[in-house]
């Protein structure tokens, strides 16, 4: 079985401040994990992913996220936030075997940045 | 470049009514699947489907029904809906391959009464 935990329902951050939105999750084996963008109103959109290779993975719109495989977590990251960055935000993981068509998604968080 | 298309984005229903979700893609993809969204329960995959004339149950499949007759197509069935059908339905497809990103429709949004 697999899972992701998204400890914060809402995260509220100043523009301007940097801002992390925290995932964890469990898979056997190794994982592929993504991280998911919605808007009010509007579908998933993509920002970045973790396959293989450098921990830290670079997205969409400055956005970031660290891989740490002894943590399970995947916590995404922007240096300096902006105002139109405030949506739900979700962290997701796969299991990278063969024949793995499940993305299991977690709860979301939902970010406001604050003018 | 159109994506993924649902159709259609709003519909309310009585209960036991059936209707049919629309979902296509143009981008060749093998893989597509149908999740719906909840307040505080992310996103839980319904049906899947990995080629035409192929798919398979998800997490939550009851009182739903697919097929796929094409690559492109790939329609969600309410049968008799429920009250507890009342969601957010998402279409999404990928290149098959668990490494390979879905990309997801704009959404459905479904009230049963």
């Known amino acids: ?48 992913k973790y396959i293989t290779g450098d921990n830290l993975v670079k997205g969409s719109y400055g956005f970031e996220a ?43 968080t939902k970010l406001s940045v604050i003018p | 470049n159109a994506g993924v298309t649902q159709t259609p984005k709003f519909q309310v229903l009585k209960t036991g009514q059936s209707m049919t979700l629309q979902c296509a893609q143009d981008m060749n993809h093998e893989y597509m699947s149908w999740y719906r969204q909840d307040p505080g329960m992310g996103l839980r995959l319904i049906h899947y489907s990995v080629g035409a004339g192929i798919t398979d149950q998800g997490e939550v499949p009851n009182g739903y029904n697919v097929s796929r007759s094409t690559t492109e197509d790939f ?11 009342t969601s957010v339905y998402f279409c999404a497809s990928s290149f098959e391959g668990s490494g390979n990103t879905i990309y997801f429709g704009e959404g459905s949004w479904l009230t049963v009464v």
């Open chain 2, 75 to 85: 329609p969600l069935r309410l049968l008799s809906a429920a009250p507890s059908q």
């Open chain 1, 1 to 48: 079985a697999q899972s992701v935990a998204q400890p914060e329902d809402q995260v509220n951050v100043a523009e301007g401040n940097p801002l992390t939105v925290k995932c964890t999750y469990s898979v056997s084996g190794n994982p592929y994990l993504f991280w998911y963008v919605q808007y009010p109103n509007r579908g998933l959109q993509f920002l970045l």
């Open chain 1, 66 to 108: 660290e891989f740490n495989k002894s943590q399970t977590s995947f916590h995404l990251k922007k240096p300096s936030a902006l105002v139109s960055d405030s949506a739900l935000y979700f962290c997701a993981v796969k299991w990278s075997g063969a024949g793995s068509y499940q993305l299991t998604f977690g709860k979301g």
